[in-house]
T-cell receptor
Framework: GAVVSQHPSWVICKSGTSVKIECRSL??????MFWYRQFPKKSLMLMAT?????????EQGVEKDKFLINHASLTLSTLTVTSAHPEDSSFYIC????????????FGPGTRLTVL | QKEVEQNSGPLSVPEGAIASLNCTYS??????FFWYRQYSGKSPELIMS????GDKEDGRFTAQLNKASQYVSLLIRDSQPSDSATYLC???????????FGSGTKLNVKP
């Protein structure tokens, strides 16, 4: 299947710092990618839809100024957690397309963020 | 009502048995449906997709879709201990171009 990569796989940072997470679609161009957050033993929560060349669409309750999304190319979307706090500690996962003409989504391996 | 609902389990089955996982969803227009498997600490991996009513088989897995009842299921035949994981049902709502996930069903396959 299609491959989506994420970097870094884990990160530990101090409260108040910013962290950037990269999501790359390796096999297919992606005009749209999705960002999710998952707390322990909970399901995936859609945070935002990343749109190539335009603004991201955020889900209700997700602070767009805190979770900055940039989709500057057809293969790369980035999520920046700004001024991170311990409550932002979570598993962040992106998804990208499985191919042309299909809506199948493949997930990146995820980034585990721990804010001290 | 949540867009996608699953029984959280855990569902325990003996090795070699059939595991049946169920999912219901809200009607929000046109949709497609997916099953993912997620091992603890890992990201979800695609098992299969289903787009039309009926059954779709892929190896030991069979997805079943009934749009009239707003119900999609996953059957796992000859369950193996390695199938022990959380199974996520996902629905792609075309009108919104969003994927919504159920809370997942934890499956335990006992040797």
């Amino acid at each position: 299947g299609a491959v989506v990569s994420q970097h870094p796989s884990w990160v530990i940072c101090k409260s108040g710092t910013s962290v950037k997470i990269e999501c790359r679609s390796l096999d297919f161009q992606a005009t749209t990618m999705f960002w999710y957050r998952q707390f322990p033993k909970k399901s995936l929560m859609l945070m935002a839809t990343s749109n190539e060349g335009s603004k991201a669409t955020y889900e209700q309750g997700v602070e767009k100024d805190k979770f900055l999304i940039n989709h500057a190319s057809l293969t790369l979307s980035t999520l920046t957690v700004t001024s991170a706090h311990p409550e932002d500690s979570s598993f962040y996962i992106c998804s990208g397309p499985g191919g042309m003409g299909t809506d199948t989504q493949y997930f990146g391996p995820g980034t585990r963020l721990t804010v001290l | 009502q949540k867009e996608v609902e699953q029984n959280s389990g855990p569902l325990s089955v003996p090795e070699g048995a059939i595991a049946s996982l169920n999912c219901t969803y809200s009607d929000r227009g046109s949709q497609s449906f997916f099953w993912y498997r997620q091992y603890s600490g890992k990201s979800p991996e695609l098992i299969m997709s289903i787009y039309s009513n009926g059954d779709k088989e892929d190896g030991r897995f069979t997805a079943q879709l009934n749009k009239a009842s707003q119900y999609v299921s996953l059957l796992i035949r000859d369950s193996q201990p390695s199938d022990s994981a959380t199974y996520l049902c996902a629905v792609h709502f075309y009108n919104f171009n969003k994927f919504y996930f159920g809370s997942g069903t934890k499956l335990n396959v006992k040797p």
